[in-house]
């Protein structure tokens, strides 16, 4: 795994150099950035690039820069103009399994040299900390992000005089008939309406893309065309990933079980140990929608944190509470309120 620390950065004077530093560690390979400072917009931003162009690339922001490094289990690399050539350390850094890539703005704390396994430098001239990036990742990587394959719910065609770009979400009708062509039954195919009724209504508050959050509820119970257990969501993925569907829609199915399962969880529930936590607003936006139904009515969210209590789930059932009163906030409204008055 190859993340990025981003440190220093200021919401109003650093949002649009920040939001290169993440995209040139998307495009260039790199699996995840750290944000040392909340910026819920620049999240979204990056957020809403992943989805359009594809991929699983992730974004944190707030984060406690010395809590990550303190427990990054990997080598930390930092790059400053003070540092070592690149091309004298490159052989030992691609030896290294995780890197967390340090990226600083103005002036970087001084115990991050000593922290750094390497302080390396692309240049001892002045520059940009978007091409230091840029150039660190094609050559750590050998130009991977020549062969990474992005499948987002766009598709740039190369072209040498025009823009040619060509749309690959379904539509509304293609998924019924995908749903319908995959084997899941007419049970299955209404309660999958029924969730994107109800994921529309919250998207619309929300402000999440409603053309994802439609495609990615009608499709989240695609796997139950081949079991109806836990990993459903498993072999959904499966499915989606062989029929070409857009990366942020494989998320979505493989993601919405719930409020979202944690790696210790996944283990202990016999699926590959990784974790299955909602993290896009529209993966979110799914996965309560699909809490909030049962059989063909729509519940209070208190009616399901009771229940998986009284199961002695009570780790799913927090961040069940904190799923809906996230979302809750984004529309200024109890989303129990939101959906009753909807019907």
Not at 48 to 76: A, P, Q
Not at 140 to 145: A, N, S
Request: with cysteine; glycine share 6%; charged share 35%.
């Amino acid at each position: 795994m190859i993340a990025v620390l981003r440190l220093g950065h200021r919401v109003e004077r650093d949002k649009r150099i920040t939001t290169h530093v993440a995209l040139v560690a998307r495009a260039f390979g790199a699996d995840k950035i750290y944000v040392d400072t909340k910026d819920d917009s620049l999240e979204r931003s990056i957020e809403d690039v992943t989805n359009r162009f594809g991929g699983d690339f992730e974004i944190e922001t707030g984060v406690n820069w010395r809590k990550l490094v303190k427990s990054w289990d990997g080598k930390i690399v930092h790059l400053t103009m003070y540092g070592l050539p690149l091309h004298e350390v490159i052989d030992d850094i691609r030896k290294e399994k995780n890197i967390l890539v340090v990226v600083g703005s103005e002036k970087v704390p001084a115990e991050i040299y000593q922290i750094a396994d390497y302080n390396v430098s692309i240049s001892n001239q002045p520059h940009s900390e978007v091409s230091a990036l840029a150039i660190f990742l094609d050559r750590c990587l050998r130009g991977k992000w020549r062969r990474m394959k992005f499948r987002g719910i766009i598709e740039i065609i190369p072209s040498e005089r025009k823009k040619k770009v060509v749309d690959k979400l379904p539509t509304p009708e293609e998924c019924i008939e995908i749903l319908k062509s995959a084997g899941c039954s007419d049970n299955v195919i209404e309660h999958c309406k029924r969730v994107r009724d109800v994921a529309l209504k919250i998207a619309e508050c929300t402000g999440a893309n409603k053309k994802i959050v439609e495609v990615g509820a009608l499709l989240h119970d695609i796997g139950r065309s081949k079991t109806h257990s836990i990993r459903h969501g498993i072999e959904g993925a499966r499915i989606a990933r062989k029929l070409g569907l857009p990366d942020v829609i494989v998320r979505i199915i493989e993601r919405h079980l719930g409020a979202g399962i944690p790696k210790e969880e996944a283990k202990k529930l016999g699926l590959p140990e990784r974790d299955f936590i909602p993290q896009s607003l529209e993966e979110k936006v799914v996965a309560h929608a699909d809490n909030l139904i049962e059989d063909d009515r729509i519940i209070r969210v208190e009616e399901e944190i009771e229940r998986q209590m009284r199961k002695g789930n009570m780790d799913y059932a927090r961040r069940l509470r904190e799923l809906h009163d996230e979302l809750s906030k984004l529309c200024g409204r109890d989303l129990n309120d939101i959906l009753r008055e909807g019907g």
